[in-house]
């Protein structure tokens, strides 16, 4: 094929296709065992500085957050994150100083609620580096392809823009049309995260509503943590297989976390906490404030519990719980400002 | 027009403006904010067979009120399906989607937008969050519309960074670099008025001003020459019916305004 353009973004986490099948037959388990563990285990044993990492969900929803306070706490460095439509995620982890690098379709904004002063701040002081741009669509493809085991994706985004001039694809001759086409590289993420509704203790995870790019991305990660709201009885899930998005042979750890995606969106359970949310947009407009941030809710807490109930506990939660039904109304801080 | 409200918001005129663009049983990829709104009002007005799709995979939904976030269950509530990225993209390109919406921080005469970086890209003054879905609808919708606010700082010669595609540097530009056959921006809608791409040159012109708004207004807010034509139209203000729906639909004014 007859190379067009080359981009010249870093082609983060790419393995040649027979490496990592490599590295596939030899690191993943095809054993039916218990992967029960604490947070705390899982980020130890999977999450290492220099690590190209991703998260499940979407902006803020079903994001696996008692993963990424375990990593703050942890004081993992100089990782490497997708921003595959991460908001909250990486938004806290660059403010923290855990995430350095990023691959960029969308980060360091929080959609209708604004821009994100942590994040662009590292930016703009190049404490955080953009080491390509992509779209939506491309970091999606990028999974497929690694789900796929194949070295890159076809696609038809992205040609003729400086997105695509700063991201790792390239553009080619398409050997049959003869149009341009976009090839979109693999990505196998050295670690994915997710947030589910129920998975049981081998890791066979299902999903209530839109899978996002999840069902992709963990099939291309090399480990992949889950944390779930309930641990689920195996025959719970062999009743209905068919909703199971993520099957227990690519799952590596498996982590009963109640309300582990606060405080993004869990779909039928829980709502935004948009209080939650608007007082980390606020604090972490100033360097200080964002210290303020993580002193009170990651280092003052030692585990998830206590997180919750220094959130607002069971009031919150059942509140959280009838906005998401439709019961109440939200409230939002930010909106006050509209 | 019967019913017409003397007092409303400029987002609320955008958004009954966008929404008369949408055809009835027609498909259209849907961003946060004034999109969702338009999108919906559609529905509850001239287009009820209107499908929406949210790249993060809701098809179809039937919400009370709007979502906040392209990827919130309010997008896939009463939907027809409740699905994935890799469907809606794929669906996308293949031709599934009629309109698409984007916004922008930039754009130029040829429709094309910077939602990336102001400055240089290796050290940015300031640092937007990039391509999103952006780059996807305006590369793989047939139409897009664009919503965004009008002054010379957005309306530039040159965009610091092209995100998403919009007629590239002129006519067969877009096909030349691949993309699909046809496709490109369709509309601009800013606070001024509306916008089209000329049909030979493909450059921005203007085809209507909302109320108030004169020809000299849109000149001025802008920093490339926009093709004016000798017929220019006034756009339709909202109905008491149509602000009456806006409210229903956003009833926190999270995007139309308090």
């Known amino acids: 094929m007859e190379i067009l353009l080359e981009g010249e973004g870093e082609l983060l986490g790419w393995h040649d296709p027979d490496e990592n099948r490599k590295w596939v037959l030899e690191n993943k388990s095809r054993d039916l065992y218990d992967k029960r563990m604490t947070v705390k285990e899982a980020v130890e044993k999977f999450v290492h500085d220099g690590d190209y990492i991703a998260c499940g ?282 | 027009m019967a019913n017409q409200a003397t007092e409303y918001n400029p987002r609320e005129l955008q958004a009954c403006v966008a929404s008369k663009m949408l055809e009835d049983k027609k498909s259209v990829f849907v961003g946060t904010g004034l999109p969702m709104i338009a999108s919906m009002l559609a529905q509850r007005t001239h287009a009820p067979g209107l499908l929406i799709v949210f790249e993060a995979g809701g098809m179809g939904p039937q919400s009370p009120v709007l979502p906040i976030s392209v990827g919130d269950s309010r997008t896939f509530y009463r939907a027809v399906a409740a699905s994935s990225m890799h469907d809606s993209m794929s669906l996308t390109q293949a031709g599934y989607l009629d309109y698409g919406f984007l916004g922008a921080a930039q754009i130029d005469v040829y429709g094309n937008i910077n939602t990336t970086i102001i400055g240089d890209w290796e050290k940015p003054k300031v640092r937007f969050p990039g391509s999103g879905g952006a780059n996807d609808v305006g590369s793989l919708c047939q139409l897009t519309i664009i919503i965004m606010g009008q002054d010379k700082r957005r309306f530039v010669e040159k965009v610091d960074f092209l995100t998403t595609p919009g007629y590239l540097d002129g006519p067969g530009a877009r096909e030349r670099a691949g993309l699909p056959e046809g496709s490109g921006p369709y509309r601009v809608i800013t606070q001024f008025g509306v916008y089209g791409f000329d049909e030979e040159t493909k450059k921005m012109k203007l085809l209507a001003v909302h109320p108030g708004v004169t020809v000299e207004d849109v000149k001025e807010n802008s920093s490339f020459e926009i093709i004016i034509p000798e017929q220019v139209e006034i756009t339709e203000p909202p109905t008491e019916e149509e602000l009456r729906l806006l409210r229903e639909i956003d009833p926190t004014g999270m995007s139309i305004g308090k």
Not at chain 1, 143 to 148: D, H, K, T
Not at chain 1, 163 to 188: M, N, Q
Not at chain 1, 195 to 212: E, F, K, T
Request: glycine letters at 8%; hydrophobic letters at 40%; a negative charge.
């Open chain 1, 57 to 338: 969900g979407f902006g803020h929803i079903r994001i696996p957050m008692a993963l990424i306070y375990e990593i703050i706490r942890q004081g993992k460095r100089d990782l490497a994150m997708a921003g595959k439509t991460a908001v909250h995620d990486i938004d806290i982890l660059i403010g923290a100083g855990c995430v350095t690098r990023v691959e960029v379709a969308y980060a360091f904004g929080h959609e209708l609620r604004g821009l994100s002063p942590a994040g662009r701040r590292a930016v703009e002081t190049g404490q955080c580096q953009v080491v390509a741009e992509i779209s939506n669509a491309g970091y999606q493809w990028r999974f497929l392809a690694g789900m796929m085991g194949v070295p890159f994706i076809p696609s038809r985004n992205m040609l003729g823009t400086d997105t695509l001039k700063k991201s790792a694809c390239k553009v080619v001759k398409d050997p049959w049309s003869g149009k341009p086409l976009c090839l979109i590289p693999a990505a196998y993420p050295d670690v994915a995260m997710f947030h589910v509704p129920r998975c049981d203790i081998y890791g066979n995870a299902q999903i209530d509503g839109i899978l996002v790019e999840d069902f992709e991305l963990a099939r291309a990660a090399r480990r992949v943590i889950i944390t779930t709201e309930e641990i689920v009885d195996n025959e719970v899930i062999r009743a209905r297989p068919y909703r199971t998005a993520i099957p227990f042979f690519v799952v590596d750890a498996v982590c009963e976390v109640p309300y582990g995606a606060h405080p993004t969106q869990m779909p039928y359970l829980y709502f935004f906490d948009e209080e939650h949310i608007g007082e980390w947009l606020g604090l972490s407009r100033t360097p200080e404030g964002t210290e303020e941030y993580f002193d009170k809710y990651v280092f003052g807490v030692t585990c998830f519990e206590e997180y919750l109930k220094l959130v607002g506990g069971v009031r919150k939660f059942s509140y959280l719980n009838r906005v998401e039904l439709f019961q109440e109304p939200m409230k939002a801080p930010w909106l006050e400002k509209k």
